[in-house]
């Protein structure tokens, strides 16, 4: 080590204060870095393991490929694996209660399907040929027909058809059941041929099976020995290399043997970003925006460790310039010191930030396990790349931060540098101050007000570095607070524990007496009935709000409405409540209940604003119609034809949430809800002439898992053959569990900056004042009090904090205002300030400052005047 850098290593351990805060900067700055990126990365890891979970692992599906171009596929050269899959049809599930799945849907799959679609084995084993089967357990539990292991089924397996159509129209398993009416509308099945089946194993029911399936999914083994020369088979690939250019080779690949069925696992490729996706835009929106924050944070921190001493450097390296130190040893010297700087901070903040991910996943894992209802887990996951570009990033920033004073310093002669003349200008012109300055505040607040003009790059990088802070505060606690509200947009709690939908084909009538003697069990605390039927409302264009007028336009065809009339016609759901919600209803929105239930002139509450979801996957919460209470809403209703009146309601009142009950997220939706009595309800329903309805019940419960128990228990016991229960309060709570694991992360990343800004403001005031202590030994020198220099100091503190505000604050706004707009590719959100956080920023800005500095200073109150003037470091 030559001299230069030992003289360097000695200057650090002589000036340990600031040493150790830039040290620390930089392991917070790094830290933070590799947070973010390690959030990131490990969230979209384990996104896609349960979306695998689910669909299963793979990327691209061919359909019915021949059996001799089977190997074409395999090899492929970007062909990972190759599962093997056959749809043998549906035959029909003797003595199914669900009426609206009424198949068995058989499959087969290779030994490599049943490990591409993670199918869940409970009990027995997999089918080890073409004779055995598995079956779900949702057959039991759903169904209502119960096999066990060992069990033979015979089935007649077929494949459904539209039954009307003058085409051979194929339904698949996401096409749901189409029951065949009077006229023959609906499907059929068609048999095909016999089989018979031995239950080798149970499975949980596949995640990749829709909800609104009309079969419950079977799997029988594939055998490859057994194809037909003109046999067909489906093959799920997964690719070596996931990106666009694979996507069309998967094309041509199919072009190539004649294959014209090609699908892909969207959901899947989404999270790779193959797929177009507005929720994973604005998931890296936001983190290359708080990696920016803090990126910019630590520039200033580091910067100004080494950019506020030059003062001290300078006359350091021009003390070496005067025994013979080039200008490019001076440089190397500072060089050195901030290599020395990074080689501790850079590695301690890489351990640091991934060990601090590593714990947070830990802890908030119940969360997240709760949050997400699957197995996969949000285990940490560190790229290599990202790790490798942040201290890159650290090293290029620490050593530019440092380059400028070293330059600044070897481009002055020796005497100059010891002097210290071109940091400190002394002129009567640019120290000036305001008369009013020492009328108000005194002689001590016009003293440091010069000292502050008096070295203005010490007090514009001050300044400087405490507007960055408040920046970046402000910054992270806009951002913090819009995706707080975009969370609760998106995931709506629903006002009720249970909710009951009988979907079997009973009368409204006889529902309802199900419904209410539901309402008599234990553990119901309240209860609510509604029906609902779809009208249409017909009223001036100039009444529509534009947001349902683009939402209309985008669901139906141009062609279903004529777009230049002035009347404008949208759907609306009629809704009756009973007697005593409707009267609770009622006084929450300051409805007369007199009047709704008033059969003979019917009104209703209209919920005029709703939370929903748009055909872009947008969330907004939007007004329908721009009327008041007391218009009326003319009313026509599906089943008029086209000679009958519309009927015309009033408005009673305008909502804006609904009342107990009913869904508070209308995906894709354009309904507005109005609320009516059930006598108002049934004179309506009698207009409308098709007695088309349907029922639904609402509960609050002390122990919801134990009532819903008791209500399959008492279902088994009445005619209702298919009931849909919804355990509500669970889904609830996973809301708030997920509400409460974003806040986890993202006050955690409010934390850590402001930590940042706080070391930012501390490491630049502090080593302010220690390079300013032989001036306030001067000072002290020629009488000022213990009194006046206080007051001094905190003048200067006042005058830090307010111009810092001045450019602080407008700048935040602007940023702000960006997160406003990056969350708007998925929200339409009110733009809304912080003004808790920026109430805190005030105040936290002149309480650190002030405390730093009387902190600073209290400890120059303990030194020597004559030591002070002799000694040459901090």
């Not at 609760?488 to 006889?510: G, H, I, K, N």
């Amino acid at each position: 080590m030559n001299i230069i850098n030992t003289l360097t290593l000695r200057h650090l351990k002589l000036n340990k204060q600031r040493t150790i805060v830039t040290i620390i900067g930089v392991i917070l700055s790094v830290a933070m870095i590799t947070a973010v990126a390690t959030f990131v990365s490990s969230f979209l890891d384990m996104t896609r393991r349960e979306v695998i979970e689910n669909t299963g692992n793979w990327h691209v599906l061919y359909r019915d490929i021949q059996s001799q171009n089977i190997d074409s596929v395999i090899n492929d050269t970007n062909t990972a694996s190759a599962a093997l899959s056959k749809d043998i049809g549906y035959a029909l599930l003797e003595g199914s209660k669900n009426e609206d799945k009424p198949y068995l849907f058989i499959q087969a799959y290779d030994e490599q399907s049943m490990e591409t679609f993670n199918l869940d084995l409970v009990e027995g084993h997999f089918p080890q040929n073409s004779n055995e089967i598995v079956i779900s357990s949702h057959i039991a539990e759903n169904g209502g027909v119960t096999y066990k292991v060992g069990d033979k089924i015979k089935v007649d397996v077929g494949q459904r058809y539209m039954a009307d159509s003058e085409e051979e129209v194929l339904l698949r398993q996401d096409a749901s059941f189409i029951k065949q009416d009077e006229d023959n509308s609906g499907e059929k099945l068609i048999v095909e041929s016999a089989k018979e089946y031995t239950v080798t194993g149970i499975i949980s029911r596949p995640g990749f099976e829709p909800y609104w399936a009309p079969g419950y999914t079977v799997i029988t083994y594939l055998d490859k020995n057994e194809f037909a020369p003109a046999e067909t088979v489906n093959i799920s690939v997964t690719w070596n290399q996931i990106s666009k250019k694979a996507n069309e080779q998967a094309n041509e690949l199919a072009a190539n043997i004649g294959v014209s069925d090609v699908s892909y696992n969207q959901d899947l490729l989404r999270l790779y970003g193959i797929m177009d996706d507005n929720l994973l835009t604005t998931l890296y929106a936001l983190a290359a925006v708080a990696i920016i924050l803090i990126i910019i944070g630590s520039v200033a921190l580091i910067y100004n460790s080494f950019a506020i001493s030059i003062s001290e450097r300078s006359k350091h390296l021009g003390m070496l310039a005067s025994v013979g130190a080039t200008k490019r040893q001076k440089r190397n010297s500072v060089f050195f010191e901030s290599f020395v700087v990074g080689i501790i901070g850079i590695p301690l903040g890489i351990f640091f930030g991934t060990l601090g991910m590593g714990i947070t996943f830990v802890l908030v894992q119940p969360l997240i396990t709760s949050v997400s209802g699957t197995s996969a887990k949000l285990t940490l996951v560190t790229s290599p790349a990202t790790i490798l570009v942040a201290v890159l990033f650290s090293m290029l920033t620490i050593f530019i931060s440092a380059y400028i004073p070293a330059k600044r310093a070897s481009q002055i002669s020796p005497i100059e540098a010891i002097r210290q003349t071109r940091d400190i200008k002394f002129d009567a012109k640019n120290v000036k101050t305001s008369k009013l300055t020492r009328l108000i505040f005194g002689f001590e607040a016009e003293l440091g007000l010069k000292n502050l003009k008096r070295n203005s790059r010490r007090y514009k990088i001050t300044v400087f570095s405490l507007v960055l802070s408040i920046v970046l505060f402000l910054s992270v606690s806009s951002l913090s607070l819009l995706s707080q509200q975009s969370t609760d947009l998106m995931l709506s709690s629903s006002p009720y524990d249970v909710s009951l939908f009988v979907t079997s084909s009973a009368t409204a009538q006889e529902k309802k007496d199900f419904y209410a003697a539901i309402a008599k069990l234990d553990d119901v605390e309240e209860s609510v009935i509604t029906e609902t039927m779809p009208a249409m409302a017909v009223l001036d264009r100039d009444l529509v709000s534009d947001e349902l007028k683009k939402m209309q336009n985008e669901i139906m065809q141009p062609n279903d409405q004529e777009q230049n009339t002035e009347e404008f016609e949208t759907y609306i759901d009629i809704k009756s409540i009973d007697d005593q919600s409707l009267k609770r209803y009622a006084h929450e929105t300051g409805a007369d209940v007199a009047s709704l239930k008033d059969a003979e002139n019917p009104c209703g509450i209209l919920v005029n604003t709703l939370p929903m979801q748009k055909i872009d996957n947008k969330y907004s919460r939007s007004k329908r119609f721009d009327i008041e209470t007391g218009d009326k809403l003319s009313i026509k209703f599906i089943a008029y034809g086209p000679n009958d009146d519309n009927i015309d309601l009033e408005i009673a009142a305008l909502a804006d949430e609904m009342p107990m009950g009913d869904v508070t997220m209308l995906n894709g939706s354009i309904q507005a809800p109005l609320i009516v009595s059930e006598k108002a309800f049934a004179v309506l329903k009698g207009r409308d002439g098709s007695d088309y309805s349907y029922v639904n019940m609402y509960i609050n419960s002390s122990d919801p898992t134990s009532l819903v128990e008791n209500i399959k228990e008492y279902q088994k016991q009445t005619s209702i053959a298919d009931l849909n229960i919804n355990d509500v309060a669970a889904s609830n709570k996973r809301n708030e569990q997920y509400n409460t694991l974003i806040a986890v992360f993202f006050y955690g990343f409010v934390a850590l900056i402001a930590a940042i800004c706080v070391a930012n403001i501390f490491n630049t005031i502090s080593t302010s004042i220690a390079l300013r202590k032989r001036e306030f030994a001067m000072l002290k020198s020629i009488g000022m009090t213990p009194k006046g220099f206080n007051k001094m100091i905190n003048y200067e503190s006042l005058f830090y904090g307010l111009k810092a505000l001045l450019y602080g604050l407008p700048i935040s706004l602007g940023i702000m205002y960006l997160n406003y707009r990056i969350l708007g590719n998925s929200f339409s959100l009110p733009f809304t300030l912080p003004w808790s956080s920026i109430i805190a920023a005030i105040i936290a800005v002149f309480a650190i400052v002030g405390a730093t500095m009387l902190y600073s200073s209290s400890k120059l109150k303990k030194e020597n005047i004559i030591d002070v003037l002799k000694n040459e470091n901090i």
